[in-house]
């Protein structure tokens, strides 16, 4: 069983960006970074200086895992140009089944960071779930074994199981910044600060850091205010798409609740 | 213009509590707890190391402020009940008019905390926003002097405003939380943990303390990734209900990423 020493970065967005660093940190060497675009292929190869390639060609074969942080399209279309013979090859994608990547390697497996990155914000990589599959026992271990450096967090998961993470995630992640946007656009149209919120919005996220997410839930119609819900959706009136997912999630939440009441 | 040095509390939930503490903090005091319910006007009176009624008439009169901290309804018909003459007097809703308190003085206004306090956890009341308003000029510098003890984050909005605020709260606190709630439950149906989106939750509400909620909206709907839509429409066939929120959800999405690229 060899150690991961020498790794190769296939994309350089906001994944292969924050990965390359956390890998930097453990001491290991990224090889060379691809990407289809210059500019980030080489911005991405400044930041950890290294080498980089544009040209599939010339992906550097002599690392001992490729890691591939691209779209899922990219992804598909990638595996067909890439022949790595029996080198480790992953991918990090939430959505991609791992058995797309028999087509270049022998071996290989996914390492799926459950995080949203972006460029400007550092990430504590330390804390960032990482999901690890392989397809055999062996590469499973190296690739634990590789993941364990990187995160305390690492969890085993079946690619049925990690597309219901990151379905979930959806829940957790995207439609919630989208409720923050709704909240920005509605206190703008009034002329009062998103700011303002700012506050409420890393407490209800700290909450559930504890609690689980029905212990915290509270509001108008988690408690069943007639009064307030009515208020709201007069208030709603001249935005009909809010006002129809406001009712939507309310009634939701309603179920919900008389749910865990049931239960109670 | 006097200062306000002594305080009656009127209600003993979360927001009592809280707002009891962090009065305390400043040196002020609380002569007395009232609520309807015994053991919780008890509760918050010896954590204030006070005095508590269960009986209106039998409320502290010498207070220079009464802060009325009860639902909506018992708003209503406390004001009804409640004759305070020339004392101040405010309330901490987000939805119920300023004018309601005219039955029970002279001089009112608001002091509504944006903030989603619990019990159990506890909160640096100097970043919590504390919108202010008052029926006088000389009620509002009053009012102001004394929230600026308690939250460097002092606004002065309007009845009108407040009710948009809270609105918006719901839009950034219970809706997300309710998601959260989605998440939770699609992850346990498959035997999956909801702490593996604890980090997740808190990055996305991390992201715009700093960033404007469109600069940090991601996913699938945000990129117009129809393949994982499709799979995740899938994916939800046997949440019926999550499935047209989800549905909702993105496609308001995409009309909010339009209309900004539109702009850009």
Redesign the interface.
Known sequence: LNEIQNIVLIGAGNVATHLGLAIQKTGRSILQVYSRTKASAMQLANLLNTEFTCDPEAINREADLFILSVT??AIREIVGKLNLGQKMVVHTSG?ISMDVLWKCSENFGILYP???F?K??S?DFN???LCVEANSKDNLHLLEHFAKELSR?V?E?DSE?R??????????????????????Q??AD???N?E???????????????????E???????RG?K??LQ??DE??REYP??R???K??SE??R??KSKWEIYE
Do not use: W
């Open positions: 899922d399209d959505s459950l995080q949203t972006s400007s914000r990430v804390s960032v779930p967090k969890v998961v199981k597309k219901i993470l990151h379905l979930a995630a959806v829940f957790a992640c995207n439609f919630p910044n989208f409720m923050y946007n709704v909240a920005d509605i206190l009034k002329g009062l998103f303002l919120l700012r506050p409420l919005i890393l407490e209800t996220a700290m909450k559930v850091q504890e609690l689980k997410p029905d915290a839930q509270t509001g108008p119609a988690s205010d009064m307030i208020k709201h208030l709603l798409d809010y129809e997912i406001y939507k999630l939701a939440i179920k919900l």
